[in-house]
């Protein structure tokens, strides 16, 4: 009976949503490789070269830099219940819905979570961490989302590191969406904790989340009291897979690996700088392009994403209508809003292959098209 | 300096380990599909056919079935976190590598674990696994694993689920490295939950993990007294988006989806029973040459896994150098023993695509010309 389900045959549908974006088509074709056991010496030396790839990208010199088997959702638990212990004070700042994210997964280990409260697009200033870490000592760890993907916020990080770190707390940063597509520089910023995505500006499938961790948190890690709680996420049991003595652990999705080492590739050859650049001028157009058109952006400018631009739909559109005609008629993918923004912002991802110029062009067209009166 | 790093370029080996197995190329091409969004509604008919698909491999109505974001260690952590409560007893069956990583993570969860014990390679007869059930009342949760890889023995199953539930337990099954490889029937034979692994006898890459429960066992996880603690595991919310409303939780690996759709549309065009028979008669034919050559075989006929064989290292001969010779010469990867098989056996696993005549044909005159003396 489920034999008559056909071959694949999905549309080819042009991906400027929040991810996953466009996978580049090198990505794809070096995914098609056979494929080489775990402990075979030429997939250990490919580990050596992702690694030192990732290093590059996320621009530290931290030994603990190794993808997660699991997408962002992952990284970001991988940080919890690897750093965290009952009672652990953490301070998360609470702007979007990632944040609210941290807030479960801190509080599913075990933390006393003090949250710094923003409305969702606001971002916070160094005089406000300072001040929610002074009021809460001592703090173990301090979580910031860069990029968030619910509002289209950048939150700038530079000097955040030297403040956590003046309040003996360590610094986490979720930079999903923004590695690679905007400046991020983990050793200069002094960022203890970091993860990523695989499917966003690193153009690769959804599946992997790059992790890295700086030496202090390490030898906290290693000072733990308890074991940590979560098997499959426990870094003490992956470091020595990725870093020491190549002790098996669990089975790495190979082809996921080839692709992100494709991935990773791609964003040196074009050069990490080049293309935080990229990110900039094609999402800039954008913005010159929607408000060309009268829509209005819901993030002031200077805290705009480069990867992620949210447009506030106008008075009288129906969201989920414009949505669903982009899908059916141009075959462009878009995002709407949730939580408070449900219905009242799209989610426009320029990310990694899905970032070109051409792209934006189409998309303003087509909404053009169907705001001026669904032709 | 790492952009020296080269295009990738990895030897094309035969995999005849403990899995990864070689990717079908049907599988692979499938692969190299653009992806889709994961609220795309062709997406969600894709997640659909892909549930409908594997109910039909783990031959169950089962509706809570669909692939875990992990490994086949995510699916057995998957299991324990969302079955096992502080203080519930678990009865493992201890057997080999893998029942020692369920106690470890039976543990890890708070499970009081008791241990039914049985050297390597050896399987539970009903009567021993009706004497532990007697003897540890109340038990939640029974857990066998169906085929252990690191030995090489396939427990028989038919019959435990009707003791487990007698002693009003839940039977968990492991099956990585079974599912369509060796009769399994998760109704039938009365398993309430049940992991598998992608890159086995599905003959698919690594990175998803199989795993069904059935109604009794669903109850049991929304009537928890504690919250599910492990965030990106936790069936509650899993549910929400495979079976229910479509709740966005983390971002699917469309590209692996895409690849395990394809393995599973394999499994049911060749027809579950013939595959399982081909998986038996390819067995079959390598323990016919191993005999041949002198080699003995660990596992005795009746217990032998057709997915996996265990084959004792010759006096006299190097384990490792073996190997070695082996995947430098020949380019084939088999695995060696470990924990007290180390140095004693050899693993060959013939699985999805690797189960193939020719590939004994070319393993067992390969090892030949190794142990006549290194030709």
Chains 1, 2 share one sequence.
């Not at 406000?128 to 001592?138: G, T, Y």
């Not at 030297?162 to 979720?174: N, P, Q, T």
């Not at 960022?191 to 500006?201: G, H, R, T």
Request: a negative charge; proline letters at 5%; hydrophobic letters at 40%.
């Amino acid at each position: 009976m489920t034999l008559a389900i056909n071959d694949l045959n999905v549309p080819y549908r042009l991906l400027l949503g929040p991810g996953p974006s466009a996978v580049h088509p090198r990505v794809l074709r070096t995914m098609s490789t056979a494929l080489v056991g775990y402990l075979d010496p030429e997939w250990l030396s490919l580990m050596d070269e992702e690694q030192a790839l990732l290093r590059d990208v996320f621009q530290t010199k931290n030994t603990l830099t190794f993808p997660i088997s699991g997408t962002g959702s992952a990284g970001m638990e991988t940080a919890f219940c690897n750093f965290v212990e009952p009672g652990d004070t953490v301070v998360i700042g609470c702007n979007g819905y990632f944040s609210e994210r941290m807030c479960e997964m801190a509080r599913l280990y075990g933390a006393d979570v003090k949250r710094i409260e923003k409305s969702w697009g606001d971002v916070f200033t160094q005089e406000e961490v300072e001040a929610a870490l002074a009021a809460n000592k001592p703090v173990k760890l301090f979580a910031l989302i860069h990029a968030e993907t619910s509002t289209g916020a950048l939150q700038p990080l530079e000097g955040m590191g030297e403040i956590a770190h003046r309040h003996g707390a360590l610094l986490l940063v979720d930079c999903v969406t923004s590695l690679s597509g905007a400046p991020l520089k983990i050793d200069e910023w002094g960022i203890d904790l970091a993860f990523s995505a695989s499917q966003k500006c690193l153009g690769c499938p959804p599946g992997l989340s790059p992790f890295t961790a700086g030496e202090k948190a390490v030898e906290i890690l290693h000072r733990r009291k308890n074991r940590v709680p979560n098997w499959y996420l426990d870094l003490t049991l992956l470091e020595k897979y990725w870093n020491k003595e190549r002790v098996y652990h669990h089975t790495p999705s190979t082809t996921l690996h080839y692709g992100l080492r494709e991935g990773l590739r791609l964003v040196l050859e074009e050069g990490l700088e080049d293309r935080w650049v990229r990110h900039r001028a094609i999402a800039e157009y954008l913005w010159e392009k929607m408000e060309a058109l009268g829509l209005k952006l819901f993030i002031r400018r200077e805290h705009r994403l480069p990867s992620l631009t949210t447009v506030c739909v106008p008075d009288g559109a129906d969201d989920a209508a414009v949505r669903t005609r982009l899908r059916e008629a141009y075959n462009i993918d878009i995002a709407g809003g949730f939580g408070p923004l449900k219905g009242k912002i799209w989610r426009v991802g320029l990310m990694g292959f899905s970032s070109r110029r051409e792209n934006v062009t189409l998309l303003s067209e087509a909404l053009r098209e169907i705001l001026d009166g669904r032709k």
